[in-house]
């Protein structure tokens, strides 16, 4: 099948650039003026809280959406000018997954490839490769997509998504709802399509083994600002070497021990009962900040030292742990 954005590649390294982009919703604004650049070839992560902006940024570039303001282009094309030449060089696997439940699993397949001009034969060759790469080839072929799990409807969209090749891929949230072995599945088949074939993949998650694992470079958004950017290891290394954690027996203790803190532990963040303080090294300073507790009467539940992680990212950026939606996702 020949792609309108072969010639696209070459002229640019670029695979998505946006420039202002804002998206609002009356008086709300979802997305607000995001300046991003996305390398071709690159596995980019996208993080941020429920609402944050994520979906929508997403939708803008995927052409689902029009911006309020500014522009964007994907694969070298304009999202509010060249829709449909974006729209062949993009497959999208969104959160909310639109399956017509009277079809079968292949025929869906088939119908995506043939409408994106594959031949029959072609179409078929296509739908079975899928099929055995997401897990479904052993579902009964005239099994309804209506009888489908969550997690096969998940898998199935994913295979929708890439059913015509596409130069860039975006993935929202792909591995929510499937089981552990599923999810590295989609994994291994991600890295696949990025070292052999060179597809760009933009990847929004919740599940930040999945960022850290997958992603060349990693955006958080927040409010609709891009509020950090870069690769994971720049990140947590801006944090400090090492994290010591202190767990109190309230929130209201945790605050008032952040106060107390404040001089021996400036880079800090606190969640709920939870104080991490970000050192160089952290054996230096553990008798520090005890005694400064000590001499404050604020008892010490808890006491660990490990390395920085995405979430101490997430949560310096943010103000909220992205840990605890990953395990009400997991739940």
């Known amino acids: 099948m ?58 803008m570039l995927a052409t689902i959406l029009a911006p309020t303001s500014g522009r964007a282009t994907v694969a070298g094309f304009d999202v509010g000018r060249q829709q449909g030449k974006v729209r062949q060089a993009i497959g999208v696997a969104l959160q909310d997954v639109g399956l017509d439940p009277l079809m079968t ?14 031949s029959a034969g072609a179409a078929q060759e296509t739908a079975e ?14 099994k309804r997509v209506g009888g489908y799990s969550g997690g096969m409807k998940r898998r199935l969209d994913l295979a929708l998504a890439l059913a015509h090749d596409p130069h860039v891929l975006f993935l929202d949230e792909p591995t929510t709802g499937l089981d552990p072995a599923s999810r590295m599945d989609i994994w291994d088949e991600v890295r696949r399509l990025n070292h052999h074939q060179g597809m760009t993949i933009f990847l929004t998650t919740q599940y930040l083994e999945e960022a850290d694992r997958l ?29 010591v954690e202190l767990t109190f027996e309230s929130a209201e203790v945790a605050e008032r021990a952040a106060g107390i803190l404040a001089d021996a532990a400036p880079q800090r963040s606190r969640d709920d009962a939870e104080l991490r303080c970000y050192f160089a090294v952290a054996a230096h ?15 010490l539940r808890g006491l660990t030292v490990s390395r920085p992680s995405l979430d101490d990212v997430f949560l310096r950026a943010t103000g909220e742990s992205m840990a605890r939606d990953e395990e009400e996702a997991l739940a």
């Open 129 to 142: 490769r899928l099929l055995r790469l997401v897990g479904l080839h052993d579902v009964a072929p005239a």
């Open 215 to 243: 992603a060349d470079r990693v955006a958080i958004i927040d409010h609709g600002r891009i509020v950090a950017l870069g690769t994971p290891s720049e990140l947590k290394r801006g944090l400090g070497e090492e994290v």
């Open 105 to 118: 699993s292949r025929e869906l397949i088939v119908m995506q490839a043939r409408l994106f001009g594959a």
């Open 285 to 299: 300073e553990v008798p520090t900040l005890v005694r400064a507790l000590d001499l404050a009467s604020i008892p």
């Open 2 to 59: 020949t792609k309108a954005w072969c010639r696209v590649t070459e002229q640019t390294d670029r695979s998505i650039v946006a420039k202002h982009l804002t998206r609002d919703f009356g008086d709300l604004r979802a997305v607000d003026e995001v300046d991003l650049e996305i390398r071709s070839g690159e596995i980019f992560g996208f993080l941020g809280p429920n609402g944050a902006g994520k979906s929508t940024l997403v939708k």
